[in-house]
Nanobody, 122 residues
Framework: QVQLVESGGGLVQAGGSLRLSCAAS????????MGWYRQAPGKQRELVAA???????NYADSVKGRFTISRDNAKNTVYLQMNSLKPEDTAVYYC????????????????WGQGTQVTVSS
């Protein structure tokens, strides 16, 4: 019904920048809130940033002022601009669609992408 595909991860030096993209496809009429999560080795998955359909945003304290989440509703795509990257930002980053209105006027919940690796070297 809904597929999420992340891209843009990679290896970067501390202080550098990366831009992640998450493209949603399938039987989508409208995406509701979207979010970026990350999971470092040996740690639990944590919320990095979230954005509502109208564009309201929320960030983890650890990334405030460095990361910016945005979305293009016409393209069903969410972005995460990551600046001033630190080694502690190293993790697999996952895109999440909280609620999706699909054809047939049905809401479906909680879709995840496959993840993209971000590695920040010191």
């Amino acid at each position: 019904q809904v597929q999420l595909v992340e891209s843009g991860g990679g290896l970067v030096q501390a202080g550098g920048s990366l831009r992640l993209s998450c493209a949603a496809s399938g039987s989508i009429i409208r995406l509701d809130a979207m979010g970026w999560y990350r999971q470092a080795p040996g740690k639990q998955r944590e919320l990095v940033a979230a954005i509502t359909s109208p564009g309201g945003t929320n960030y983890a304290d650890s990334v405030k002022g460095r990361f910016t989440i945005s979305r293009d509703n016409a393209k069903n795509t969410v972005y995460l601009q990551m600046n001033s990257l630190k080694p502690e930002d190293t993790a697999v980053y996952y895109c999440n669609a909280d609620k999706v209105l699909i054809y047939g006027s049905r809401w479906v919940n909680d879709y995840w992408g496959q993840g993209t690796q971000v590695t920040v070297s010191s």
